[in-house]
């Protein structure tokens, strides 16, 4: 009797610990966490775990959120990020819906104040679940420390199977200090979650076969579901087998190598000409593990308006939300693409289609002005991935007209390997994004692309970079402005700027007056701050510069940063205008 009492008071963890345990458990290696007084305990069981589990500090909880999902997108296991309650758990949010919209296997924990004093406005207290009820998969409020193990299971489960996403798990601070055998083997309680359902039926396959095969005009449309699903393998054998030509989401990027002759790139609002053509006059669009964007379709009506529509996706909320399916298929995509590769059989005459595709390709690529004698920000983007196409290399971005230049000009192999806010176009996710993938893939080269606005909204992670001994490098593609709003401007507005410019108010260039080609001085000095954090850093304007500057920058041993000072006038191109028809494309 003693003995089992003794036995018992040896297995009573407390809930801190019973959660970091989990996490242990579930194979997370690393997380990052920021800390004050109502995630205390749950640190203090960290320290416990220490030689079991990295814990990195961001400098502001939305790095967090980002890093944590930096690890995700390119591993495709969790990512897991902690903050405390009340600014530390909202500074969570923006990341939190951004993994959403992105589909991105994420687990968020929060601290909480006592269960006692929730909903007394307690200090440092916000209803975090009610909060971030419509941007999560899933969330849990844990007010018994027994129910714990049960519910990180289903939090890992749930991130993890059917269409990725966000679980937040707020933890009260008492539950974190409360104690309890754990249940080693807890049973989930699921009901209505059957993701086991989600697989394309063999009648489902042996009709997109016969579509395959009758069709005239196919075109891939792949997205995110491709990469998330592991699909990349079985979408090349499909492309092998049918020789069907492939566009590209931004999510999808990487899912199909740029290089292959097949590869129609990017589809969509800045996507290619062939790309959006293909579309336009495709007789079978197979929407492979996409959500049908607006950024996508521009005008929905008229998108892919001659085609037969087969859609493969596995939320169901997401078949005929945007755009009717003649062929929705619920499943997941590498089932129904496995499957479909046992039988198809390429369309019976597609040489024709497949020259007209190479035509367009051959006549429209991306291009820019190779001429101009200081440094375009397609130019630089091209230099890097000449330097790095041989390395392991893992490309995060910013939002805005360089994360367009970096779909475009970077030519990338790997699913995994491009990193981008896409659903929700999130400025200051490259810096963040980029440390999680390097504390992810120690030995990648991990660069941000990134632009001026954007590497400001996060710019306190190179603190993070350079104390966690996190080697990230980035490219600031710096026109001084925020480049994409002043495109816009440009297009649309006639050019008048409404606080788009980033240096001072008594600036030339913050009415539209200035008279360069860059803005006429340089605001703020971004190789002072880098070199402030401890990283390496430099500045460069010359074409004769770049290379050098770059392999320089690839050398660094630690956190580097090559501000390089580009034109603001530059366009992204093409251009389908938000709600328009692929006729409206705009070429220069
Ligand atoms: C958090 C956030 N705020 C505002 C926007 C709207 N927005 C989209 S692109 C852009 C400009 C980005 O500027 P910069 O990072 O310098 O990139 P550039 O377009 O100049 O390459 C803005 C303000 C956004 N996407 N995200
Ligand atoms: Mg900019």
Known sequence: MAKTKAATETQLMNGADIL??????????????????????????????AGKIRTILPRHEQGGAFAAQGYAR????????????????????????????DSVPLVAITGQVATAVIGSDAFQETPIVEVCRGITKHHYLVTDVNDLPRVMREAFYIATTGRPGPVLVD??????????????????????YDIKLRQAQPEQIRQLAAAVKRSKRPVIYAGGGIVSSGASGELREFVRKTGIPVAMTVMGLGAFPNSEPLSLDMLGMHGSVYANW????????????????????????????????????IDASEINK??????????????ALAELN????????????????????KAYPFHYDTTFDGILPQHAISELWRLTRNRKTIITVGVGQHQMWTAQFYRFKEPRTFLSSSGLGTMGFGLPAAMGAQAAHPDALVVDIDGDGSFMMNIQELATCYCENLPVKVLLLNNQHLGMVVQWEDRFMKG????TYLGPIGHAEATGKGESMYASERYPDFVGIARGFGCGAATIRGKDELVPALEEMLGYDGPYVLDVQVPYQEHVLPMIPSGHTVDDIILE
């Open 322 to 335: 945007n755009k009717e399916a003649h062929i929705p298929v619920v499943s997941d995509v590498r089932f």
């Open 74 to 101: 390119s591993t495709g296991k969790p990512g897991v990020c902690m903050a405390t309650s009340g600014p530390g758990a909202t500074n969570l949010v923006t990341g939190i819906a951004d993994a959403k919209l």
């Open 171 to 192: 933890m009260p601070k008492d539950i974190q200090n409360a104690q309890c055998v754990p249940d080693p083997n807890p049973k989930m309680r699921l009901p209505g």
């Open 278 to 313: 293909a579309v336009r006059d495709c007789d079978l669009l197979l929407a492979l593990g996409v959500r049908f964007d607006d950024r996508v379709t521009g005008k929905v009506a008229a998108f892919a308006k001659h085609a037969k529509i087969v859609h493969v996706d």
């Open 496 to 499: 008048n700027r409404a606080h």
């Open 342 to 361: 046992q039988i198809v059989e390429p369309p019976d005459d597609i040489e024709e289609w497949a020259e007209q595709c190479r035509t367009w390709k």
């Open 20 to 49: 970091v345990k989990s996490l242990v458990d579930h194979g997370v290696e690393v997380l990052f966490a920021y800390p004050g007084g109502a995630s205390m305990p749950l640190h203090q069981a960290l320290t416990r775990f």
